[in-house]
């Protein structure tokens, strides 16, 4: 299958810094990628969906100004969490699809801790 | 609004039986349905895809079969054995959307 990297695994931080987290999709085309914060031993959440070029769709109840997200190429989309907070700490997943109705790759996610 | 179910929660198996997963959507205007297997503290790992027009995938001991006129999707897994420990994840996709909706997933384990 389609590989998609994600950086860094594991990130801490002190609280109100902002932290970064990159999602690539390394041999294919990404036209939709998505933002996902898990919490322990639940399912995904998905928080954003963002296509290239165009301004990401949030959830309802995601602070998009607080989890900005940029899809500026094909192949990369980043999440900056912003102002970071102890209550921010999660496992956060990026996906890539190249449209729709075809198979979607995950990246292998990043433990954020604000401490 | 898709609502993806799955049951059991959990699941625990000795080694070398055959067993299935369940999983059951309320909309069955789907592009299609994608099943994930999640180890501890790691992303999804893509296992198998079906389309809407298909019936069923295979890859290995897995199977997974569609049946969208009852809402549901089995992935069957022959020969159980102790790496297939880890959580599974079925998501939908519905037709006029981009988003995959997962369940809750099952926390799969095989017993030696």
């Known amino acids: 299958g389609a590989v998609v990297s994600q950086h860094p695994s594991w990130v801490i931080c002190k609280s109100g810094t902002s932290v970064k987290i990159e999602c690539r999709s390394l041999?294919?085309?990404?036209?939709?990628m998505f933002w996902y914060r898990q919490f322990p031993k639940q399912s995904l959440m998905l928080m954003a969906t963002s296509n290239e070029g165009s301004k990401a769709t949030y959830e309802q109840g995601v602070e998009k100004d607080k989890f900005l997200i940029n899809h500026a190429s094909l192949t990369l989309s980043t999440l900056t969490v912003t102002s970071a907070h102890p209550e921010d700490s999660s496992f956060y997943i990026c996906?890539?699809?190249?449209?729709?109705?075809?198979?979607?790759?995950f990246g292998q996610g990043t433990r954020l801790t604000v401490v | 609004k898709q609502e993806v179910t799955q049951i059991p929660a959990a699941l625990s198996v000795p080694e070398g039986e055959n067993l299935v997963l369940n999983c059951s959507f309320t909309d069955s205007a789907i592009y299609n349905l994608q099943w994930f297997r999640q180890d501890p503290g790691k992303g999804l790992t893509s296992l198998l895809l079906?389309?809407?027009?298909?019936r069923e995938q295979t890859s290995g001991r897995l199977n997974a079969s569609l049946d969208k006129s009852s809402g549901r999707s089995t992935l069957y897994i022959a020969a159980s054995q102790p790496g297939d420990s880890a959580t599974y994840l079925c998501g939908s996709t519905n037709q006029g959307a981009q988003k995959l909706v997962f369940g809750q997933g099952t926390r799969l384990t095989i017993n030696p």
């Open positions: 041999d294919f085309q990404a036209t939709t």
């Open positions: 079906i389309q809407s027009s298909q």
């Open positions: 996906s890539a699809r190249t449209s729709g109705n075809t198979e979607a790759f």
